[in-house]
């Protein structure tokens, strides 16, 4: 792979400093030769208010074009003809982040050279899991928001399941499966079109409008693949 995108809780309590010697102890030689972007979770935000938050910025803080660290908890970045929007899911969604969505979204719609945007968070707007759907960001119309900014495909965590399907004009992938427990199904989403609760990775590869994934169980046997063209 060329780099690794993680939709949070790398951590059990985010003010805890074993926790993150523990993860980095662990993720060593993986992230020895690849680079990791991340959007926050909320065990990373769990703990002493203000800690987690300062010791996830202090590891994965997104730099400007200056090489400037952005200390807060969502970005943006760009990789060949992809665009990726890490959002902090744990927000209310009525203020600065949303705002600053919007604005970015806007501004990717005529980004030359851009192809796809992918928007990356932890508690995402679909789910036949447990912790269900994302509901602020359905009360605060952030679902119309991402249509509207032509994004190709929501990726989060929360759940810890394997979950693919499309609602409102948006496809969605819930992969919550790197090793916690995993949770049974307690919903029918009518979202969703494939469900599985298993420790799983997906694969994604870009070439140029095309999008492809295979999702692997951590056996290594294959769970689905299947693909899609870009927004435009």
Not at 28 to 36: I, Q
Not at 38 to 46: I, P
Not at 196 to 225: C, N, T, W
Request: proline share 3%; charged share 25%.
């Amino acid at each position: 792979s060329d780099f690794l995108v993680h939709t949070g809780d790398m951590v059990a309590t985010g003010d805890e400093e074993d926790d993150w010697k523990s993860f980095f102890d662990v993720e060593n030689s993986l992230l020895r030769d690849r680079c990791v972007f991340a959007s926050v979770g909320n065990h990373e935000l769990a703990g002493e208010k203000g800690v987690g938050a300062a010791a996830f910025l202090r590891y994965f803080a997104l730099a400007d074009d200056g090489g400037k660290d952005r200390p807060r908890l969502y970005g943006s970045f760009r990789w060949s003809n992809t665009r990726f929007f890490l959002l902090n899911a744990m927000d209310d969604w009525s203020g600065e982040e949303r705002a600053w969505l919007k604005e970015e979204l806007d501004r990717a719609l005529t980004e030359p050279g851009l192809a796809h945007r992918f928007a990356v968070l932890h508690h995402g707007p679909y789910s036949s899991g447990p912790h269900g759907p994302n509901e602020r960001l359905h009360k605060n119309g952030v679902i119309q928001i991402l249509r509207e900014g032509k994004v190709d495909l929501v990726l989060s965590g929360h759940d810890h399941v394997y979950e693919r399907g499309a609602g409102e004009g948006i496809k969605y992938i819930v992969s919550g499966g790197a090793g916690a427990p995993l949770y049974a199904r307690k919903q029918k989403t009518p979202e969703a079109a494939v469900f599985e609760p298993v420790h799983h990775f997906v694969e994604v590869s870009v070439d140029g409008d095309e999008v492809d994934l295979v999702v692997k169980r951590a056996s290594g046997s294959v769970l689905e693949a299947c693909g899609f063209e870009g927004a435009g």
